[in-house]
Nanobody, 123 residues
Framework: QVQLVESGGGLVQPGGSLRLSCAAS????????VGWFRQAPGKEREGVSC?????YYLDSVMGRFTVSRDNAKNTVYLQMDRLKGDDTAVYYC???????????????????WGQGTQVTVSS
């Protein structure tokens, strides 16, 4: 059974850091593109990053967020530094396409989603 489980969210002050994890089971994550998405209250879900090819990043997180993977643990990470209030959202990891491509931020391309983890940036 394909499953993605995110962890690592929480409350952090502006300027702080968090590292999100996306652990996969039931398939080999290294064989697929892994996207990170977020959804803030009242807003549409937006793509934050994608890796296998790329990586790709949302413009507003470029230089602050870094995606990486540990194939031995079948896990992908999203390191988030210099966090801002606008980064507050539920963060999801997702997979499905074999490559990210130019449409990496199109959520309809991803078949499997985690349950999400809340990130709150506030003083």
């Amino acid at each position: 059974q394909v499953q993605l489980v995110e962890s690592g969210g929480g409350l952090v002050q502006p300027g702080g850091s968090l590292r999100l994890s996306c652990a996969a089971s039931g398939f080999t994550l290294a064989n697929y593109a892994v996207g990170w998405f977020r959804q803030a209250p009242g807003k549409e879900r937006e793509g934050v990053s994608c890796m296998r090819s790329g990586p790709y990043y949302l413009d507003s997180v470029m230089g602050r967020f870094t995606v990486s993977r540990d194939n031995a643990k079948n896990t992908v990470y999203l390191q988030m530094d210099r966090l801002k209030g606008d980064d507050t959202a539920v963060y999801y990891c997702a997979t499905g396409p074999s490559l990210c491509g130019l449409r990496w931020a199109d959520s309809s391309r991803y078949n499997y989603w985690g349950q999400g983890t809340q990130v709150t940036v506030s003083s």
